[in-house]
């Protein structure tokens, strides 16, 4: 009986978890989204290959710079049946920002940190009741996520320092 309960609970947890963006395709596809459409100099690139998402680049300051960051193209998203993200992420030790965005017209996207661990691979769970919305990267007031109307992923990093960055994702998936 108890190994019945197991299965069932294993099963009910695995079906609560969904992978939604596994690298392994090439949709959807990514872009560069940096300081550069408000003068900075910052560059970065995404590049998508063997199954990971890998975001590198360096962050400048010069010209009121600061961020570098990736979207994904335009697709809807429901995200609904979900209460969190989690993401199998490898980094170099700074934090970053997980976003969504519901629209592409209004510059509002939702958004929470996350901390990495030079070289290793770990996985972190962000709440979507805990992503706020921003706007240039600046807390608005606005309507919470809704999560059945997410169009975009993103990855940002602004840590108001000149720096090299890297940053590699295995997979997110809702929980």
């Keep these: 009986m108890k190994l019945l309960a197991l299965g ?3 099963l009910s947890s695995a079906a609560l978890s969904s992978t ?3 690298f392994q395709a090439s949709e959807p596809a ?4 940096n300081d550069t459409v408000m ?3 910052s560059n970065s690139r995404v590049r998508v290959g063997g199954g990971v ?3 590198t680049g360096q962050v400048r300051l010069e010209n009121n710079g600061g961020f570098s960051g990736i979207r994904s193209n335009p697709a809807p998203f429901d995200l609904s049946q979900f209460s969190s993200l989690t993401l199998r992420v490898k980094g170099d030790g700074k934090p970053y920002a997980l976003q969504l965005g519901t629209s592409t017209s209004n510059g509002v996207t939702y958004r929470n940190e996350f901390n990495t ?3 290793r691979w770990i996985e972190v769970t962000i709440p979507l ?7 240039s990267g600046e807390r608005v007031a606005g309507p919470v996520l809704n999560p059945g109307k997410v169009v975009f992923f993103g990855l940002v990093i602004g840590n108001n320092r000149a720096e090299r960055f890297a940053l590699e ?3 997110i998936k809702g929980q």
Excluded: H, I, K
Aim: no cysteine.
């Design 30 to 33: 990514w872009y560069a989204r």
């Design 8 to 10: 069932v609970a294993l």
């Design 20 to 22: 939604l963006l596994d």
């Design 53 to 55: 998402l890998q975001f």
């Design 39 to 41: 003068g900075g100099v």
């Design 169 to 171: 994702v295995d997979w």
């Design 129 to 135: 009741n805990s992503l706020r919305p921003t706007r």
């Design 117 to 119: 661990v030079a070289g």
